[in-house]
T-cell receptor, first 113, second 111 residues
Framework: GAGVSQSPSNKVTEKGKDVELRCDPI?????LYWYRQSLGQGLEFLIYFQGNSAPDKSGLPSDRFSAERTGGSVSTLTIQRTQQEDSAVYLC???????????FGSGTQLSVL | DQQVKQNSPSLSVQEGRISILNCDYTNSMFDYFLWYKKYPAEGPTFLISISSIKDKNEDGRFTVFLNKSAKHLSLHIVPSQPGDSAVYFCAARGTASKLTFGTGTRLQVTL
């Protein structure tokens, strides 16, 4: 597709369940980012993939959060044993290199009940 | 530790007037700065950027100013239009390559 695609657009889950969020970056983009925006907050960095380099996981808030990027393209963000404070909009972005602007998807609205 | 700060959570400006959105940063290693605009239920979209070797970049109605000694940048929108009403995020990038975002300023352009 022409832009960054994220699925699902909305996810409602029960506390304690695992969730997987998917991101399809723009074709050919080597860099992929995950951010989240909690209600009334800014964009919080989670994880960054650049080509074949080891990902920068410094923003992951706990070991319940993990992400992978298969084949240098699609990425999955997994949250295990979800908690209510995980409720947020999870945004994925991609860029062609470190100097390029990021292109964001529309996000996944995660609600943990 | 908020390295990029937008101290005004909201701003209201009349149509036709100038909107000035401010951003401060603390990390002197930041070398590239960007502004993003976000409408509800959409992802942020890139607006304008500036490298640390410049102090001004202009694109149509949008101008970004960078004051490195003060670690301050600002976005000027003139003339402001109702369609400019959105949340504006300032972002900065250093050698680590990841973008650090501010908390955003909600701009409301009134008729």
């Amino acid at each position: 597709g022409a832009g960054v695609s994220q699925s699902p657009s909305n996810k409602v889950t029960e506390k304690g369940k695992d969730v997987e969020l998917r991101c399809d970056p723009i074709s050919g983009h080597t860099a992929l980012y995950w951010y989240r925006q909690s209600l009334g907050q800014g964009l919080e960095f989670l994880i960054y993939f650049q080509g074949n380099s080891a990902p920068d996981k410094s923003g992951l808030p706990s070991d319940r959060f993990s992400a992978e990027r298969t084949g240098g393209s699609v990425s999955t963000l997994t949250i295990q044993r979800t908690q209510q404070e995980d409720s947020a909009v999870y945004l994925c972005a991609s860029s062609s290199d470190r100097n390029e602007k990021l292109f964001f998807g529309s996000g996944t609205q995660l609600s943990v009940l | 530790d908020q390295q990029v700060k937008q101290n005004s959570p909201s701003l209201s400006v009349q149509e036709g007037r100038i909107s000035i959105l401010n951003c401060d940063y603390t990390n002197s290693m930041f070398d590239y700065f960007l502004w993003y605009k976000k409408y509800p239920a959409e992802g942020p979209t890139f607006l304008i950027s500036i490298s640390s070797i410049k102090d001004k970049n202009e694109d149509g109605r949008f101008t970004v100013f960078l004051n490195k000694s003060a670690k301050h940048l600002s976005l000027h929108i003139v003339p402001s239009q109702p369609g400019d009403s959105a949340v504006y995020f300032c972002a900065a990038r250093g050698t680590a390559s990841k973008l650090t975002f501010g908390t955003g300023t909600r701009l409301q352009v009134t008729l």
